[in-house]
């Protein structure tokens, strides 16, 4: 099955750019979406189909996808951006099936 | 603006079925456009798919619980259904519904607040 690697855990400044990672198997092959998840809530989408905002998420948050890294990209972070992120993809290979990461706490320092 | 709501028992006892409904408001579940998923969260544990479903009753399922998953839909009453069988303690998670967007699997844009799902005799 394919497989999804993201670091436990990030830290940042306030007003500083956080980068959290996603690793898979020749990854930019495939359509990363991530989510945000604060303590107690459900998941919100941040981003789809690599780069794609959905409405009401600022611009702060962008996406990138190549080779086997894809990357969630936060800019000018704010202490509300605190939370778990998890990446997923749709792996088409052998049986069907929706595969998220092991998720990434970020702190804001 | 679209809502999801899961709803059922709360606690479900080792080797028996768990059973929960996801009603959608806002927006109508029988469109072409979209599938409807199911998504566990253990407790401090990560995000797992479960399954989802299309309007005409097609389904997808994770493989490693296809045999004790059957996703539902009732277009009629707007609602979509999951059930869980022969469940143990590590079936004990937050269940969440969520409307799958996309093609080759999609992405899920709106969630239900999640309903916790507690597996003990």
């Known amino acids: 099955s394919y497989v999804l690697t993201q670091p436990p855990s990030v830290s940042v400044a306030p007003g500083k750019t956080a980068g959290i990672t996603c690793g898979g198997n020749n990854i930019g092959g495939k359509s990363v979406h991530w989510y945000q998840q604060k303590p107690g809530q459900a998941p919100v989408l941040v981003i789809s189909y690599d780069r794609d905002r959905p409405s009401g998420i600022p611009e702060r948050f962008s996406g990138s996808n190549s080779g086997h890294t894809a990357t969630l990209t936060i800019s000018r972070v704010e202490a509300g951006d605190e939370a778990d992120y998890y990446c997923?993809?749709?792996?088409?290979?052998?049986?069907?099936?929706?595969?998220f990461g092991g998720g990434t706490k970020l702190t804001v320092l | 603006q679209l809502q999801l709501q899961e709803s059922g028992p709360g606690l479900v006892k080792p080797s028996e079925t768990l059973s929960l409904t996801c009603t959608v408001s806002g927006g109508s579940i029988n469109l072409s456009t979209y599938f409807w998923g199911w998504i566990r969260q253990p407790p401090g544990k990560v995000l797992e798919w479960i399954g989802s479903v299309f309007y005409t009753g097609s389904t997808h399922y994770k493989p490693s619980l296809k045999s004790r998953v059957t996703i539902s839909v009732a277009t009629s009453e707007n609602q979509f259904s999951l059930r869980l069988s022969s469940v143990t303690a590590a079936d004990t998670a937050v269940y969440y519904c969520?409307?799958?967007?996309?093609?080759?699997?999609?992405?899920?844009?709106?969630w239900g607040q999640g309903m916790l799902v507690t597996v003990s005799s």
């Open positions: 969520a409307r799958v967007t996309g093609t080759g699997g999609g992405f899920f844009d709106y």
């Open positions: 997923q993809v749709w792996d088409s290979s052998g049986d069907h099936d929706v595969v």
